[in-house]
């Protein structure tokens, strides 16, 4: 038996079209959408503070409309997606509604929750656990910041759970990347959940697919050797031993080779030797990959060990607010006129009588974009000055937003085209953290 798993989503935002697409080129026995970052999870608790019946990933919804004839058509087809966010049961009463809609109602939908730890927090420290930061060592209680969210990060257990329940769809809330595509391996192979190198081999193949189009070319160092504007999707095709084939639907653009994969295969892994997941603590110095003909490229050898006793939480908190803004400054002296234009904007707050917190200047093609790297070219003739602020203050932030249009005829000649004028304030939420418990 071979098991077709493909993912078409790498996180909230990825092409729309790219999960409809995949299933009419391909066909396939489970479809994956991973949705979730950390910066994700914060704006889903930002909307969540705003209306506690959103916090998911509106994304789905359309994507999953746009599905219902491939439903219909192919019968073996399951969606397993991480797009529930905050609110999993939100996400699937609206999925629901769109099945019904489609004539689709018998459908079964899994729900994963249990990941939402933010009304629980008191308890767990209660009970001991100190939800020390991963970085530091500092124990959450030192955190004087507002909370705004806090997910541990499960595992595949509950969506094999789920699919063995009868659910075609399962939606979940903040599992690990990889556990989307291990948690159908788990059920239709049957593994133990101590055969430590199957499951470490099924989230190898779950890492390489996670980011969608990362693994076909999308984002390679070779880019120009592939044709990326109808880029394919990955597909990883695993066995009961879970030798993995990556490959993605044929005709489509991007690649499939042995350069594409091991650049995924390394990517935010952190120790090599131990990607830790809920499932499983895999070791990727072992994994061999080849490269085979027609976007073919055969992995094996991942071996594992038992999983980490704890679970990951990512955690994060309202840090005031912020905006940015931006100005095309154009000319012979652009780089003297942009700075001289922030300067301007940063004086006149301050004779308004609001000092911000923090503020941070950018010329974007001067060679600020990444500070070290490159040096402004000597010719150049344009820039785009990037101004961003933050304050505790909501009142200072939103003064700055009136500040940056009048530069267009109050400030030096030859600056236009401003992407944000007035651009509105912000919450931004804290970095995330990492308690290891």
Known sequence: MTLRIANAAGFLGDNVDAPLRLVEAAQVDYLTLEYLAELTLSIMAAQRARDPQAGYARDFIDVLGSLTLSLKAQPQLKLVTNAGGLNPQGCAAAAGRVLCEAGLGDVRIGVVSGDDLLGRLDELQAAGCELANLDTGEPLRTLLAPVASANAYLGAGPIAKALADGARIVLTGRVADASLTLGPAMHEFSWAWNDWNRLAAASVAGHVIECGAQSTG?????????????????????????????????????????????????????????????????????????????????????????????????????????????????????????????????????????????????????????????????????VVLRITVRDPSREAVERFTKEIAPLVTSGPAGLAGYAQGRCAPYTPIGLPWYPSN
């Open 218 to 382: 999308g984002y390679a160092t070779d880019w120009r050797r592939y044709r990326l504007a109808d880029v394919g999707y990955p597909i990883a095709e695993l066995d009961a031993d879970a030798a993995t084939i990556i490959t993605k639907p044929p005709g489509s653009g991007g690649a499939v080779n042995r350069r594409t994969v091991v650049e995924q295969l390394v990517y935010e892994i952190g120790d090599p030797a131990h990607y830790l997941t809920p499932d499983v603590d895999v070791d990727f110095t072992t994994v061999e990959v080849a490269e085979l003909p027609d976007d073919r490229v055969a992995i094996r050898g991942a071996t594992g060990r038992p999983a980490p006793s704890d679970l990951k939480v990512s955690l994060t908190y309202a840090d005031g607010f912020t905006a940015s803004g931006q100005l095309l400054v154009y000319g012979r002296d652009c780089t003297i006129k942009a700075r001289a234009a922030a300067e301007m904007v940063l004086q006149r707050l301050h004779s308004a009588g609001y000092t911000l917190a923090q503020s941070h200047v950018e010329l974007l093609g001067a060679g600020d974009g990444v500070p070290g790297l490159t040096a402004a070219p000597a010719d150049l003739r344009e």
